[in-house]
């Protein structure tokens, strides 16, 4: 079962636009979200994340927006670059229910950023 | 600062051999994750390990995988009797302690069944 979505497998923007990746989760113990970038032939490398008790939370170009009712996130990158090619990942954890970070992937979304 | 390291970071085996991955964490890390990403999928958690201790392996498959964090040395991720789906990238991360917010993750070892 996928408990974390992201239903774009690709987006393609121009340099300079607004880049928006969504993400939708189903389960209702996750409190806890992070978004990860990855290249090709490399691990993903942490970008940003948020607390449920958090509705946004921003880092320079990057702004990660939470709705739980909704159980949906968001990832804006403003303005977006050409360097910001590259496929991004959700993931979802359950910290605080006596878990640990077991981390729960959506599928990703390619990024291109077009001059 | 050395991040998360893993080797080989590709590696080739033919089906029925074994494949032995390895992950050596951050720097004051004692806690190590294993995911296996399969082509045009996200990663899936396989097992999270404690520096002696299989903490939760509910990821793994029960045949023919194991992993181990010994006392001293990098974490070893055994594949026995490679099969052709194993095929797959094999990310290690890494965090400061079990409620950490933040995984971080080695390059991966690529592996290929022949």
């Given at each position: 079962?996928?408990?974390v979505k992201q239903n774009s497998p690709s987006l393609s923007v121009?340099?300079?636009?607004?880049s928006i990746l969504n993400c939708?989760?189903?389960?209702?113990?996750?409190?806890?979200f992070l978004w990860y970038k990855k290249y090709p032939?490399e691990?993903p490398t942490f970008l940003i994340s948020?607390?449920?008790?958090?509705?946004?939370?921003?880092?320079?170009r990057f702004t990660v927006?939470?709705?739980?009712?909704?159980?949906?996130l968001s990832l804006h990158i403003?303005?977006s670059q050409?360097g910001d090619s590259a496929v991004y990942f959700c993931a979802?954890?359950?910290?605080?229910?006596?878990?640990?970070?077991?981390?729960?992937f959506g599928a990703g979304t390619r990024l291109a950023v077009?001059? | 600062?050395?991040?998360?390291?893993?080797?080989?970071?590709?590696?080739?085996?033919?089906?029925?051999?074994?494949?032995?991955?390895?992950?050596?964490?951050?720097?004051?890390?004692?806690?190590?994750?294993?995911?296996?990403?399969?082509?045009?999928?996200g990663l899936?958690?396989?097992?999270?390990?404690?520096?002696?201790?299989?903490?939760?392996?509910?990821?793994?498959?029960?045949?023919?995988?194991?992993?181990?964090?010994?006392?001293?040395?990098?974490?070893?991720?055994?594949?026995?009797?490679?099969?052709?789906?194993?095929?797959?990238?094999?990310?290690?991360?890494?965090?400061?302690?079990?409620?950490?917010?933040?995984?971080?993750?080695?390059?991966?070892?690529?592996?290929?069944?022949?």
């Amino acid at each position: 079962d996928q408990q974390v979505k992201q239903n774009s497998p690709s987006l393609s923007v121009q340099e300079g636009r607004i880049s928006i990746l969504n993400c939708d989760y189903t389960n209702s113990m996750f409190d806890y979200f992070l978004w990860y970038k990855k290249y090709p032939a490399e691990g993903p490398t942490f970008l940003i994340s948020i607390s449920s008790i958090k509705d946004k939370n921003e880092d320079g170009r990057f702004t990660v927006f939470l709705n739980k009712s909704a159980k949906h996130l968001s990832l804006h990158i403003v303005p977006s670059q050409p360097g910001d090619s590259a496929v991004y990942f959700c993931a979802a954890s359950a910290l605080g229910s006596g878990g640990y970070n077991k981390l729960i992937f959506g599928a990703g979304t390619r990024l291109a950023v077009h001059p | 600062n050395a991040g998360v390291m893993q080797n080989p970071r590709h590696l080739v085996r033919r089906r029925g051999q074994e494949a032995r991955l390895r992950c050596s964490p951050m720097k004051g890390h004692s806690h190590v994750y294993w995911y296996r990403q399969l082509p045009e999928e996200g990663l899936k958690f396989m097992v999270y390990l404690q520096k002696e201790n299989i903490i939760d392996e509910s990821g793994m498959p029960k045949e023919r995988f194991s992993a181990e964090f010994p006392k001293e040395g990098p974490s070893i991720l055994r594949i026995q009797q490679v099969v052709r789906g194993d095929s797959a990238a094999y990310f290690c991360a890494s965090s400061r302690d079990r409620n950490t917010d933040t995984q971080y993750f080695g390059p991966g070892t690529r592996l290929t069944v022949l």
